[in-house]
């Protein structure tokens, strides 16, 4: 194994920097992979790509890009007590104390610890690189039937939509809305689809990702984005509205329109990151019963448990990847990705 390797990074201008760094060693309870997938979140767009504007947990510390990674381990170091060498692992992309409620709880994602939080990609080296050195106790497992494509985007994309309508609920009583059908609201079609939800209709400004949804089947029909969406939802739903709608765009006319095309006692909740939303409570939500949720990513758990259903289901995330890269094409990637003309986006280090 070579002792040094090329890795990504954001300066925050719109571009990706190339550099040649170490290879790190793993250390106690530590792991090395080798990098097969990692695919590109909005959340690096929005946050890190163009300019660094996260603060806190959101804060990018100039470490290697990418948040989205699996792999396969080629060393592991003293401690490891479930994972070796030659396993095929997916990244749960936050570190966490371990020892806080939220950790405790497999939500790494809320770890209360301002010292020892850091996620992959934004404060400590991420999976757009050759190698990445992972936690243990970051790591789910691969199962064969699943590609690497697939599990990367298990590391973020379609388990945070998982978490998501695990807390809604979802089943073949329920039309469904999507508002955003960038690669979380495709993610959402999917899953609600093996679900069993009887109506599925997805908004989005974009006719690329309105095509993408279609010819997938991730959505049994698509609005452009417009100022009559809501009355638009309600004609689909024989004018009742939907009893579950997702807001995947953080977009604050999107997410109005998830409000008020929900019929009484429907259930929203709030996936996509950034922007704001102003309605009325007391005809909005109130008066018609309505509950909303808020989701920030998933747990350890429930990624376990989304990786057996997806290959219960035969459901393959990887066939939302519109597009492919090599890791010194990283500069295209999210080029492309900052477009929104297209699906998901992977840079795949390593082959399958």
């Known amino acids: 194994m070579s002792k040094m390797m090329k890795a990504a990074f954001l300066p925050g201008n719109s571009t990706v920097e190339m550099r040649e760094v170490p290879v790190p060693e793993p250390g106690h309870s530590e792991v090395l992979l080798a990098v097969k997938a ?8 929005r946050a890190i790509y163009h300019e660094h504007l996260g603060k806190g947990p959101e804060g990018y510390q100039g470490v290697i890009a990418g948040h989205e990674p699996a792999g396969q ?3 592991a170091g003293p401690g490891c007590r479930r994972f070796k060498v030659g396993d095929r692992v997916i990244v749960y992309h936050i570190s966490g104390c371990g020892v806080c409620n939220d950790c405790r709880r ?18 400590r080296d991420g999976g757009m690189a050759e190698y990445l050195l992972a936690e243990e106790n970051d790591l789910i497992s691969l199962p064969d039937s699943l590609t690497y494509l697939d599990g990367a985007q298990v590391a973020c994309g379609f388990g945070t939509v998982y978490e998501a309508l695990e807390k809604v609920g979802i089943d073949g009583n329920h039309a469904v809305l999507i508002t955003g059908l960038g690669p979380v609201g495709l993610a959402a079609g999917a899953l609600c689809r093996k679900l069993g939800a009887e109506k599925i209709i997805g908004i989005d400004i974009s006719a690329e990702r309105r095509d993408i949804a279609l010819s997938l089947r991730l959505c049994d029909s698509v609005l452009a984005a417009g100022p009559d969406n809501a009355n638009e939802v309600r004609e689909l739903t024989g004018g009742y509205g939907v009893e579950r709608a997702i807001d995947c765009s953080g977009n604050a006319e999107a997410r109005a329109v998830a409000i008020r095309a929900t019929r009484k006692w429907g259930r929203i909740v709030m996936v996509g990151e950034g922007g704001a939303v102003s309605f009325n409570p007391s ?4 008066h018609d019963q ?8 998933t747990s350890t758990w429930l990624m376990e448990e989304l990786v057996e259903r997806l290959v219960r289901w035969n459901l393959h995330p990887e066939d939302i990847v519109t597009h492919r890269f090599s890791l010194n094409q990283a500069s295209e990637a999210y080029h492309l990705m900052a477009s929104g003309r297209c699906g998901k986006v992977a840079v795949c280090p390593g082959a399958e």
């Open 38 to 45: 990692s695919t590109i979140c909005g959340s690096d767009i």
């Open 73 to 75: 381990i080629v060393a």
């Open 106 to 123: 497999g939500y790494m994602i809320s770890c209360t610890s301002t010292e020892y939080r850091r996620a992959y990609g934004w404060q």
């Open 283 to 286: 005809p909005d939500i109130i």
């Open 290 to 297: 309505k509950t909303i949720y808020g989701s920030w990513v």
